[in-house]
C-alpha cells in the first residue's frame, strides 16, 4: 500500500497535479461568475484539455491551498483529472460550517492580513520626468486626467513570483525585451476600453499589453474581468481624500504620514499601514513616483476597496517624503 501510494504521489508530480492530500481540507460549494481556466498545477497553470468554468455552474469543494485559501479545489464533472484548482476570485463559495466569499461587495477580513494582490497607482508628472518621449508624456498637459489624479500602473497577484501565469514563450521573450507591440492586443468591452485609457495613459504605449502578459495572466479570470477590477479600484481611489491630498500639493513636498492619513480617512483606520511609498531622484529633487497597495482577496469589479486594504498585510512605508510633481518638464 506504501508503494502504490509513492508511485501515485510521483505521478502526480509529473503530471503537475497537486495531491489531494497536500491541501487544506474543506468540503462545500463554488458558483462560478467567470470564466477562468481550471487547472491541475496552480505554479505551473498546467490545464489538461483547456478546462475553464461555465458562469452560473455550481461546483462541489474539496479543499484549498492553505487554511486562508487563494484557490479552492474542486470536481469539475466529465474532464481528466476532474479535480482542479481555482482562483476564488473566479465565484463565490459557501463552505460546509461556515461561507466564504459569497458576496464580493463586502469581502470577509482576515484576522491576520494577507496581502493577496498589490495595487500600483503612479504619480504620471513624476514618470515623465524620467521618460518626456513616451508617447502619454508627449501628449500630456496640465488639464489631463493625470495632471491632477493618480494613474494606474497596474494590479500584481502575489506573492511578486506569480507572473507569466501558461504564457508562450515567444510572447515573454517579448515583453521582457520591452517590445510590447509584438504582444497580442487587450481585447475588452467599448465601456472597460475607455474608463482604461482614461486611468491608465500607458495604454498610448500599449502598457495594458505587458501588464495582462506579466501580471493579469496570474489574476485567474480572463482580461474584461481583471481590468474592470483595477479600473473599479483605482475609481474609488481618485474621489477620496488620497487623490485630494495629492491634487492640493502640487509642486509641495508632503510626507509619509500625510499619505497614511489620508488613506486611513478615505478607507479605514489601519489602511495607511498597507501602503509603500516609492520615491525618484530628479536631478537635485526627490519626487512621489507611485505607491504600492495592499489587497486581500476577491478583488473584483464589484469589491470595496476599503474592504480590500484593510484585509491586506501591513507593509514598511518606503519613501518618508517627495514632491508632488507638476506637469511639464522641470
Known amino acids: 500500500m506504501k508503494i502504490l501510494a509513492a508511485a ?3 505521478l502526480g508530480l509529473l503530471l503537475g497535479i497537486s495531491p489531494a492530500w497536500a491541501e487544506a481540507k474543506m468540503t462545500g460549494s463554488f458558483v462560478a461568475s467567470a470564466v477562468c481556466p481550471a487547472v491541475v498545477s496552480i505554479h505551473k ?3 489538461p484539455g483547456g478546462v475553464t468554468l461555465v458562469t452560473g455552474t455550481s461546483y462541489a469543494i474539496t479543499g484549498g491551498n492553505t487554511d486562508n485559501p487563494t484557490y479552492y479545489w474542486i470536481v ?3 474532464v481528466t483529472p476532474d479535480h482542479r484548482w481555482v482562483p476564488i476570485t473566479c465565484g463565490s463559495a459557501t463552505l460546509d460550517g461556515g461561507t466564504a466569499t459569497t458576496d464580493t461587495t463586502n469581502p470577509p477580513t482576515p484576522a491576520t492580513g494577507v496581502t493577496r494582490f498589490l495595487l500600483v497607482p503612479s504619480w504620471e508628472p513624476a514618470f515623465c520626468e524620467g521618460l518626456p518621449n ?8 496640465a488639464t489631463s486626467f493625470e495632471a491632477t489624479h493618480l494613474a494606474l500602473h497596474g494590479l500584481w497577484p502575489q506573492p511578486r513570483k506569480n507572473v507569466y501565469c501558461n504564457v508562450a514563450a515567444a510572447d515573454q521573450a517579448n515583453d521582457v525585451a520591452h517590445s510590447w507591440n509584438s504582444l497580442p492586443a487587450v481585447t475588452l468591452s467599448a465601456g472597460t476600453r475607455a474608463d482604461l485609457d482614461k486611468v491608465m495613459p500607458g495604454t498610448q504605449s500599449v502598457l495594458e499589453r505587458h501588464e495582462w502578459i506579466k501580471h493579469g495572466t496570474c489574476y485567474g479570470a480572463d482580461q474584461e474581468h481583471y ?3 483595477a479600473v473599479s ?3 474609488a481611489l481618485n474621489t477620496s481624500a488620497v487623490q485630494a491630498l495629492f491634487a492640493a500639493n502640487i509642486g509641495k513636498t ?4 500625510q499619505i497614511r492619513a489620508a488613506f486611513d480617512t478615505a478607507f ?3 489602511a495607511g499601514e498597507r501602503v509603500r511609498v516609492a520615491c525618484d531622484n530628479d536631478g537635485s529633487r526627490r519626487l512621489i513616483g507611485e505607491m504600492t497597495i495592499g489587497l486581500g482577496a476577491p478583488v473584483t469589479a464589484t469589491s470595496k476597496l476599503s474592504d480590500l486594504i484593510l484585509a491586506g498585510g501591513p507593509t514598511d512605508g518606503g519613501c518618508t517624503s517627495g514632491i508632488v510633481d507638476a506637469t511639464g518638464l522641470q
Open 8 to 10: 501515485i504521489f510521483v
Open 45 to 47: 497553470g498546467t490545464n
Open 76 to 78: 469539475v464533472p466529465g
Open 134 to 141: 513616451k508617447t502619454e508624456c508627449q501628449s500630456q498637459t
Open 227 to 229: 481590468f474592470a477590477a
Open 233 to 235: 479600484a483605482m475609481s
Open 254 to 257: 508632503i510626507n509619509l504620514a
Open 268 to 270: 479605514g483606520t489601519g
